[in-house]
């Protein structure tokens, strides 16, 4: 058995003396594992490291097996994400979320959005509330990938899709101002840059926790609480210095 494709690396454990089991996000393959010979040797260990893209070629005698990677360099990030804490909290968030997701099976919309925001991150005119938006967004992302679309495009009491300000917790539908009124003590606010249309305003610190709140809420419960589990203690770590101010 024997494929070639690009991943983004996720984790590393070390195995044994010389070797790691490296964990990739590809397009196709989806999260996928395999072990790199000599992978801790002081030619490999640079480039294994989460963040950066690799042009890997996986061998196994047996689909259902490990198997081998063997890996070159595409695109370097991991020095630029480990020198700024905001990006290396995300990559371990980012990683966390994608171990949510069945090994090998292929989430091509959420490895290109790994892909955008590793990117955008990282680029001269980066801003952590841009970062932190697009979290936001990848979480939605990966709720719907999981199965739980939030529908944030029109009310769910009367269709409109004007005035939309709140989400209820319940449905993971958005709400108008009209019909959210008498409940409003029990609906979650709707942040301006999750409204349909968007807003190309620059969310506030008070915009993104609400964005946040609204996909912890939906992880925790749905997702997470399911499986015996609590939201990863790296994402508060994250939307900490994300939304500190500068």
């Known amino acids: ?129 841009g970062f932190a938006a697009g979290m936001v967004h990848f979480e939605i992302m990966l709720l719907e990938e999981l199965g739980v679309g939030l529908d944030l495009t029109a009310c769910a009491a009367t269709g409109t899709t004007e005035q939309l300000i709140y989400v209820s917790p319940k449905s993971g539908r958005a709400v108008s101002e009209e019909a959210g009124a008498p409940y409003r003590d029990r609906l979650l606010p709707l942040p301006a840059f999750l409204r349909a249309g968007g807003d190309e305003t620059p969310p506030d610190e008070e915009d993104l926790a609400a964005g946040f709140a609204i996909t912890g809420l939906f992880l925790e419960r749905h997702v997470l609480a399911p499986r015996g589990l609590g939201l990863p203690e790296m994402r508060q770590a994250f939307i900490r210095t994300a939304l500190a101010r500068p």
């Open 1 to 129: 058995m024997e494929w070639s494709e690009h991943g983004i690396v996720l984790s590393t454990r070390r195995h044994g003396e010389a070797d790691i089991i490296l964990e990739v996000m590809t397009e196709t393959r989806g999260r996928h594992l395999g072990l790199v010979k000599g992978g801790r040797s002081r030619r490999q260990r640079p480039i294994l490291q989460p963040g950066n893209t690799l042009s890997l070629t996986w061998r196994a005698r047996l689909d259902a097996h490990l198997g081998n990677f063997r890996a070159e360099p595409i695109t370097e990030r991991a020095a630029a994400i480990m020198a700024d804490r905001t990006a290396s909290y995300g990559m371990q968030l980012l990683s966390a979320h994608f171990r949510l997701l069945p090994e090998r099976d292929p989430h091509p919309a959420l490895h290109a959005a790994l892909r955008t925001l590793l990117d955008g991150a990282l680029s001269a005119d980066a801003e952590r509330a």
